[in-house]
């Protein structure tokens, strides 16, 4: 089968995949309500949280986590170390949870996903922003602006890590390629947070 069909189902196959809604599965099935007539409104694991408390969310948390982490994980080994290949799986599993065929294009707003995918490709970058997430979270009780300030950081580390630092385990190459991605993507994930960042400008932001 020639290369770039192969790509292309791996890439529609992960977008499927990683579509499937598992914050409205498990608020349906579990709390009987649908997510998106809930706080929010959004289908991810922290407007799970306060539908039903912490153990839907953590499942709804580890599930959109792993649905981006195993595609791109198991592109990295399909396709041999192609960065730009496994780059492109992750952001189909990111975008595959912000706009889910399933639910009419309307998704989460890719946090989880992110993490699980950016982790398996640039594991140096995911972890500093994973830590700049837990350490904003802590101090202010709000995800919203931990995710968003995660995300504002993932193009800059990844610049200073690969570009000045050369640290770029697993793959050793820098790509302004895919920081040019990153960023794309970065700005995807902060226009998802729109109306968190509208509320936080208001002082009346959700916290946990």
């Known amino acids: 089968m020639n290369m770039y069909l192969k790509t292309a189902i ?39 949280y306060r539908a039903g408390g912490w153990k ?10 792993l649905k981006g982490l195993i595609p791109t994980l198991a592109s990295v080994y399909f396709f041999n170390k192609n960065l730009h290949i496994s780059t492109l799986v ?20 890719g946090a989880a996903t992110s993490f699980g995918a950016f982790i398996v490709i640039f594991p140096g970058v995911a972890a500093v922003c994973a830590v700049a997430f837990l350490l904003t979270v802590l101090l202010s009780h709000i995800v919203a602006l931990g ?16 570009q000045v630092l050369h640290f770029n385990f697993p793959f050793n190459n820098f790509s302004y390629v895919n920081l040019i991605i ?10 998802k947070h729109k109306s968190n960042i509208s509320r936080m400008i208001k002082g ?4 946990i």
């Open 204 to 207: 009346n932001e959700n916290k």
């Open 10 to 48: 791996f890439i529609l196959g992960s977008y499927l995949i990683a579509g499937i809604p598992f914050a409205y599965i498990i608020s349906k099935i579990f709390l009987k309500v649908d997510i998106r007539k809930i706080g929010s409104g959004n289908v991810g694991a922290t407007n799970v």
């Open 147 to 162: 995710t968003i300030i995660a995300a504002f950081m993932f193009p800059i580390i990844y610049f200073l890590l690969g």
């Open 56 to 65: 839907p969310a953590v499942a709804v948390f580890a599930l959109d986590f």
């Open 182 to 191: 990153i960023i794309i993507i970065v700005l995807f994930i902060i226009y």
């Open 90 to 109: 992750a952001i189909s599993t990111i975008l595959g949870h912000m706009f889910t065929p399933y639910l009419r294009f309307q998704g989460g707003k």
